[in-house]
C-alpha cells in the first residue's frame, strides 16, 4: 500500500512539474520560459493604478499527459497557462497562474484548434470561446489581490430546430438570466433562475477545467 501511495504522489508530482512555476516573473521573463510561447495576450489597468496590467496565455511547445474530465482517460494535448501579470505601482509581474482553466487546442468539438479571445475593457478581463454554433464567456473583476469571476454567458443555435437559447449569469446578484428564441423570430421567452446557493464570488484561481462547474441543474461553466 505504501509504494502505491508513493507512486502515486510520484506520478502527480511529475504531472505537476510539466508546468512552470510563473509566480513574479515579468512579461519578457515569461517569454523566455523554456518549452513554452506566449501566444494570446491582452494589457489594460485592471487594479486600478493607472498602470497597464497584462494577461498572458501560453501554450506548451509538447504535449502534457492529463485528465482534463471526470471519467477521461489521461491524454496528451498542448498544455496552456494563464498568467495574469499585475502592476503594484511600477512593472507588472505574475501574481496569478492558472494550469488547468483554459481550454486545450482540441476541445473545440468541431472547431479543429480552439483558442479563447483575451481581453480588457473598462478595468475588466473576458475571456471567451467561439464554437461552430455556441459561445461562451468569462468576465472577471480584479479584487483583493485575485480575479473574481462576476459574470458569464453561453449559449447558442440548435442545428437541427434553429432554436436559440442563452444563459445571462450574474454572479454578483446570483442571478441567470435565460432567453429562448429561434433565429426566424426577433421575440424570445426570459426567465430568470436564482443561484442563491452561491455564497462568494470564485476567483480564477481557483477555476479547473470548463464546464466541471455545475452551476444549477444542466447548468455547467
Not at 518549452?35 to 494570446?40: E, I, M, P
Not at 471526470?70 to 501574481?95: D, E, F, Y
Amino acid at each position: 500500500m505504501k509504494f502505491l501511495l508513493s507512486f502515486i504522489l510520484l506520478i502527480s508530482n511529475f504531472c505537476f512539474s510539466q508546468y512552470p512555476n510563473l509566480s513574479g516573473k515579468t512579461l519578457n521573463e515569461i517569454k523566455n520560459i523554456d518549452g513554452w510561447s506566449v501566444f494570446l495576450g491582452a494589457s489594460g489597468d485592471l487594479n486600478n493604478d493607472k498602470i497597464d496590467d497584462y494577461v498572458a496565455i501560453l501554450q506548451s511547445h509538447d504535449s502534457i499527459r492529463e485528465v482534463r474530465c471526470n471519467g477521461c482517460k489521461r491524454l496528451p494535448n498542448k498544455g496552456r497557462i494563464i498568467a495574469v501579470l499585475i502592476s503594484n505601482h511600477g512593472q507588472p509581474k505574475v501574481s496569478i497562474q492558472n494550469n488547468r482553466f483554459i481550454a486545450r487546442p482540441d476541445e473545440g468539438g468541431m472547431v479543429p484548434f480552439l483558442a479563447p479571445e483575451i481581453q480588457i475593457i473598462d478595468g475588466q478581463l473576458s475571456i471567451s470561446y467561439q464554437y461552430t454554433r455556441s459561445n461562451t464567456a468569462y468576465f472577471f473583476e480584479f479584487s483583493n489581490n485575485d480575479l473574481l469571476l462576476v459574470s458569464a454567458i453561453s449559449g447558442g443555435v440548435h442545428s437541427a430546430s434553429g432554436n436559440v437559447e442563452f444563459d445571462f449569469y450574474d454572479f454578483k446578484s446570483r442571478v441567470i438570466r435565460n432567453e429562448k428564441g429561434h433565429i426566424s423570430k426577433d421575440s424570445t421567452e426570459v426567465n430568470f433562475i436564482d443561484i442563491d446557493h452561491l455564497k462568494k464570488l470564485k476567483s480564477l484561481s481557483e477555476l479547473e477545467e470548463m464546464y466541471n462547474w455545475q452551476i444549477t441543474a444542466y447548468r455547467f461553466l
